[in-house]
Every structure is written in C-alpha cells, then in structure tokens.
C-alpha cells in the first residue's frame, strides 16, 4: 500500500480558489490511479476526481466538471487538486486515494484501498 498525506485545506470565500496537495510515499505511487473524495457533516463520502496512472485521463463528478481540475507529478509523488469557483457546498474534509482500477465508471470508494487523513476545506458564503 502507499501512504498519503493531504495538505492545502482551509478558509476560502466563495468564488474563490484552492489547491489541494497529497504526497505520497513508495516507489508505486506511479502506478496507481489517484483520486479525490469528499464528506461533507452529515453526508456520505462521495467521488470528486480521478487521474489515471499516467495523467492522461481524469473523471470528474458532475457537480465539480469545469470548476475542478486533477492533475499529478509522478517525478514528485504528488497529486492535486485545483478547485476554483467554489461554493458553499463545496465544505467538505477531502480525502486523497489510490487504487488500481481505471476504464470502468463511476469509480467508487470500493475502488481505493489507500486513503488519506483528510483536509478540511470551508468555502464561506
């Protein structure tokens, strides 16, 4: 398994922009899909984005398509995730996952056996 860790949450004003961050640690980390996830109080867990192995796919889930983008550095173990035009019910702690499936969607939690701590990101209205 990879370990990951998130960073970049916090206080953002609606409209505006923020970039999350996972590091992860091993030497796999490339051949993974990596994706993002989100719980807001009270909700389930519930996919965002997903980055195939090589950076040249993603999947986006409809409420974040053209305000979200997901992208990766394999030369730095890294994922991210730009959000811009954000909204209030965007609030959520976000999480960084890696799994192994890619082709088939939608992808679910199911498909991610690593997950990070999480981030909390608060879009104030």
């Known amino acids: 398994q990879v370990q990951l860790v998130e960073s970049g949450g916090g206080l953002v004003q609606a409209g505006g922009s923020r970039r999350l961050s996972c590091a992860a640690s091993g030497r796999t980390f490339r051949t993974y899909t990596m994706g993002w996830f989100r719980q807001a109080p009270g909700k389930e867990r519930e996919f965002v984005a997903a980055?195939?192995?090589?950076?040249?796919?993603?999947y986006y889930a409809e409420p974040v398509k053209g305000r979200f983008t997901i992208s990766r550095d394999n030369a730095k173990n890294t994922v991210y995730l730009q959000m811009n035009s954000l909204k209030p019910e965007d609030t959520a702690v976000y999480y960084c996952?890696?799994?192994?499936?890619?082709?088939?969607?939608?992808?679910?939690?199911?498909?991610?056996?690593?997950w990070g701590q999480g981030t909390q990101v608060t879009v104030s209205s």
């Open positions: 980055i195939n192995w090589s950076g040249g796919g993603t």
């Open positions: 996952a890696a799994g192994s499936r890619w082709g088939s969607f939608p992808l679910t939690n199911a498909d991610f056996g690593s």
